[in-house]
């Protein structure tokens, strides 16, 4: 067994950003047996995603990295989003599929792209219990446990959960046929992510040059809803990135405006490192000047 995820550490001084990219693993497990062919499975990953995202050890962000495919195992699922038609037995725990599952797409994914069933098979609940307990407990562990040490060290977090999406969304989406923008930020309607912080990155992707939307299509899912409680100075944001920015989405190939991308993700982790340096150095301040 390969290990599920990868951390990759602050190169200098931390600070108190951490991004997490669930979806991009190109490792496929030997018993997963998906029924459709290999191609067609990955069209489910977000490909390419934590490479793009590879400058954020230098901004002394953290950056975890699952290693595993989402199609395998979903880490932006709860463990009760099962659809129990994937099942040969009963599960053990009660379930409550979701809207996700009920597309296909919940904790195990039942189709790929476009709608072909994953397996020929039913799953015995035993290996859907093995992919929790090896990929999918493993990814939350080290996900959660950076997020504490750097809530306990600058007594706030601020947090990435970086996604990729088709360009225009397919007859399984929320929104069938519509292009989407360039970048999609996801706060669960204002509730997992400040939005001081939030239109922040909005702005300075705009900047770039980009198109930005705002919880549409995409709210965010489990690992914000999860993670984000603004009320603690927990802070997740989801940003999804149009795969037609940087790769042919057939072929999975980078493009010609890989680079791009990659540089200006480089530029705006630079300028919410800055702004994070500056928020911790104000805090500090008011906290140290006479009431
Ligand atoms: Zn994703």
């Given amino acids: 067994m390969s290990a599920p995820l990868v951390q990759h550490n602050p190169a200098g001084v931390a600070i108190p950003l951490v991004l997490d990219s669930p979806h991009s693993g190109e490792w496929y497990p030997d018993d997963f047996h998906h029924a459709p062919p290999r191609a067609l499975v990955r069209q489910a990953e977000d490909t390419h995603v934590a490479r793009l995202w590879r400058a954020a050890p230098t901004q002394g962000a953290t950056l975890i990295e699952a290693r595993f495919p989402r199609a395998y195992i979903d880490p932006n699922r709860s463990l009760a989003d099962i659809d129990p038609e994937l099942l040969a037995d009963q599960w053990s725990e009660p379930l409550s ?3 996700k599952t009920q597309q296909g797409i919940g904790l195990v994914w039942r189709v790929a792209r476009g709608g072909v069933p994953m397996y020929s098979r039913k799953l015995a609940s035993s290996e859907v219990e093995s992919r929790i307990e090896r990929y999918w407990q493993p990814y939350h562990t080290a996900l ?4 504490d040490a750097r809530h306990e060290a600058f007594g706030g977090v ?4 970086c996604h990729s999406m088709p360009a225009v969304g397919d007859a399984l989406s929320d929104d069938p046929g519509r292009e989407r923008a360039d970048f999609v930020l996801g706060d669960r309607d204002g509730t997992t992510c400040e939005s001081e912080f939030t239109q922040h990155v909005a702005a300075a992707v705009r900047a ?8 549409d299509p995409y709210k965010g899912v489990e690992i914000v809803r999860k993670h984000g409680r603004p009320t603690e100075n927990r802070h ?8 037609t920015l940087y790769m042919d ?13 990659e540089r200006d993700l480089a530029g705006l982790l630079a300028i919410l490192a800055d702004y994070l340096r500056s928020r911790l150095t104000s805090s500090r301040a008011s906290t140290r000047a006479p009431s």
């Avoid at 601020?158 to 959960?161: A, D, I, K, R």
């Avoid at 997740?236 to 149009?242: C, G, P, R, V």
């Avoid at 989405?249 to 991308?261: D, I, M, S, V, W």
């Fill in 144 to 147: 959660a446990s950076i997020l």
């Fill in 236 to 243: 997740s944001l989801q940003i999804e990135l149009k795969r």
């Fill in 158 to 161: 601020w947090h990435l959960n």
């Fill in 208 to 215: 770039m040059g980009y198109s930005v939307a705002l919880n």
């Fill in 97 to 99: 599929p979701s809207r």
């Fill in 249 to 261: 989405e057939r072929t999975l190939e980078p493009n010609a405006g890989y680079a791009q991308l």
